[in-house]
């Protein structure tokens, strides 16, 4: 059973950082797009980072560029989101994605239950 468990959410005040992880179980995805994915009360789904398949690119968008970072370490199956830098508008229940691909708007098959970070000002 395929399975992605996110971690590492909280509480936290504002300009402070949380590192999530995204831990895969049942298969290896070395070989695939990870991405970050965030939603708040109310609001639809959003793109929050990725790394494509290849490893050669990564993609953020634009509210979270410069203060967060995507990374993976293929030994440990994981992937992690470092975020800096945090305000209210980060807060969300963040989840992780993996992919055949990659982008920001492409097919991600697996998704984790997701991790709350809520950021209190």
């Known amino acids: 059973q395929v399975q992605l468990v996110e971690s590492g959410g909280g509480l936290v005040q504002v300009g402070g950082s949380l590192r999530l992880s995204c831990a895969a179980s049942g298969r290896t995805f070395s070989s695939d797009g990870m991405g970050w994915f965030r939603q708040s009360p109310g609001k639809e789904r959003e793109f929050v980072a990725a790394?494509?398949?290849?490893?050669?690119?990564?993609y953020y968008a634009d509210s979270v560029k410069g203060r967060f970072t995507i990374s993976r370490d293929n030994a440990k199956n994981t992937a992690y989101l470092q975020m800096n830098s945090l305000t209210p508008e980060d807060t969300a229940v963040y989840y992780c994605?993996?992919?055949?691909?990659?982008?920001?708007?492409?097919?991600?098959?697996?998704w984790g239950q997701g991790t709350q970070v809520t950021v209190s000002s």
């Open positions: 994605a993996a992919g055949p691909i990659g982008w920001p708007n492409s097919r991600y098959d697996y």
């Open positions: 790394f494509s398949w290849s490893g050669g690119s990564t």
